[in-house]
């Protein structure tokens, strides 16, 4: 069973700088997307930054040019590097994957095809 576990969450002050990281055992599939999303308090979830196999990402507006989403395929880790980080930025980061079983064809790596969620690291950014 596939399952997704975030790490590296924490304090930070304006301007700083954290990697999360989440560990994909058992998602060890050729096609695929996965990526990054936050839940700040009383506001929808929203996506950050994905990826699929082929390496191509994508990223929210608010995010481009502070953050990086990459991945060590041999570890199966992904990770976000978040540079330049904003008090907005404060959220609960998930990571999440589509479940390429679900689909016919190259990965479309749209926000309604991830279907499965860890549990969240916290990021705070404080002023």
């Known amino acids: 069973q596939v399952r997704l576990v975030e790490s590296g969450g924490g304090s930070v002050q304006v301007g700083g700088s954290l990697r999360l990281s989440c560990a994909a055992s058992e998602y060890k599939y050729s096609s695929y997307c996965i990526g990054w999303f936050r839940q700040a308090p009383g506001k929808e979830r929203e996506r950050v930054a994905s990826i699929d196999d082929s390496g191509n990402t994508m990223y929210a507006d608010f995010v481009k040019g502070r953050f990086t989403i990459s991945e060590d395929k041999r570890k199966n880790l992904l990770y976000l590097q978040m540079n330049n980080l904003k008090p907005e930025d404060t959220a609960v980061y998930y990571c999440?994957?589509?479940?390429?079983?679900?689909?016919?064809?190259?990965?479309?790596?749209?926000?309604?095809?991830?279907?499965?969620w860890g549990q969240g690291t916290q990021v705070t950014v404080s002023s």
């Open positions: 999440a994957a589509e479940n390429p079983l679900y689909r016919s064809g190259p990965p479309l790596c749209l926000t309604t095809d991830f279907s499965i």
